[in-house]
């Protein structure tokens, strides 16, 4: 199921090739049970990219030059340099490689994996990508708390405006023997991995369910370099 979507622009022959355009840095792997980082915040905030992860105390987003954490009662909050992060990957220099707009309602179980590959295409279906989705949302279900597992407590907002940052990840990064509503998780989460803040960045979390308004507006960049670092977290 597929709901419909009209490109307003694309680039020719994907992204710059150049070290410093798409390139994602990831630290740890998705798995939480798998291999963690020692990263600190001061090395993954970038002013100019965009990522996803998680901690011990909750979900991260880093977008706006600047890394955000949620706690347990699902509260936002600047990262500090004491923080621990578990894993997370940033792409510098985001540059879109498709732009589009939604025209209809989008799904995120029922539509969304399938939403973003018909727009990168069949030559492109297999590359990770990271994409930012911004407007308004009739309903987002969302965790707080880092690590996919069964009884995480959910969260849910209403009519609410902001961006998703995510990962829509090719199928060799998914590990199908750890599958968690039809989310597969290995290097990084399959099909699509989403974090959603809001406008006034008092709302965040890791994306579970939503609807996605039409005409908002979707970019798509694709990954030039992908650089992983893995260290058994002491």
């Not at 990840?169 to 023997?177: K, L």
């Not at 989310?183 to 990084?188: L, M, P």
């Amino acid at each position: 199921s597929i709901s419909g979507f009209m490109l307003t622009a694309c680039s020719e022959g994907g992204a710059s090739d150049s070290d410093n355009v798409n390139r994602i840095f990831q630290w740890g792997a998705d798995n939480p049970t798998y291999l963690t980082s020692r990263a600190k915040p001061s090395e993954v905030v970038d002013p100019t990219g965009i990522g996803v992860g998680g901690a011990p105390g909750g979900e991260i987003i880093v977008f706006g030059g600047k890394a955000l954490i949620t706690d347990s009662s699902g509260a936002v909050s600047e990262l500090d340099d004491d923080d621990e992060i578990a894993v997370i990957g940033v792409m510098s220099n985001f540059q879109a490689d498709y732009t589009t707009v939604t025209t209809d309602t989008v799904g995120c179980e029922d539509d969304l994996a399938d939403y973003l590959d018909d727009i990168v295409g069949d030559d492109e279906v297999d590359r990770l990508a990271v994409f930012l989705i911004r407007g308004t949302f009739s309903s987002i279900d969302y965790a707080v708390e880092a690590g996919v597992i069964e009884d995480t407590p959910i969260f849910s907002i209403e009519d609410v405006s902001g961006t998703m940052v995510g990962y829509k990840s090719p199928y060799y990064f998914g590990d199908d023997t750890f599958v968690v509503e039809n989310i597969t998780v290995g290097i990084a989460e399959f099909p699509w991995h989403v974090h959603f803040i809001s406008d006034d960045e008092t709302i965040m979390g890791h994306v579970r369910e939503c609807e996605i308004d039409p005409g908002n507006d979707v970019e798509i960049a694709l990954a030039n370099i992908f650089d992983l670092q893995l260290n058994y977290q002491d």
